[in-house]
């Protein structure tokens, strides 16, 4: 039977090297007064722990990280690859963008957090995660009071940290 590993990578990133075993050529064993195997007979007996690491490797599906670390490394992400775009719509189309809105209420405080040490285009998620619109008119297009419109309903909501 053979498997194959195609699960191995994330993002195009190496989640798990290839098992020792599978990276040097395979050695057939004979047993003691064995003809010369064929291809379909060639076999390999794996120590106890490569069998195990094999089996669990083979159930392991997906790799995720926490929460707080996928909203960092998606935000660094979405800042460094939008920091010259001048179109906001360019902005809040980025994929990682999408991503974070798709993280649901969970993100929130985690963007409060981020607006309040850097203002920037967090609006539109806010908006989108909440349904919430509390800035006020007169702020539209002033970045840093249109902010803090958003940390003011952040605590008034329950996002003092």
Known sequence: MTTTYSNRFLHNREIAPLPTWQRAPIVPLLASGQSS?????????????????????????????????????????????????????????????????????????????ALRHDADFWFDALTAITGEQPVLIEHAGDIQAMANDWLEWGRLNGYDS
Do not use: N
């Open 37 to 113: 195997p064929s291809l379909s007979d060639l076999s390999v007996r794996l120590a106890d722990k490569e069998r195990a690491m094999l089996e669990s490797y083979s159930v392991t599906r997906s790799f995720r990280l926490p929460a707080k670390m996928e909203f960092c490394r998606l935000a660094a992400e979405w800042k460094q690859e939008t920091y010259w775009d001048s179109s906001v719509t360019q902005k809040i189309l980025h994929p990682s963008y999408q991503q974070i809105i798709g993280m649901g209420p969970i993100a929130v405080g985690w963007i409060l957090q």
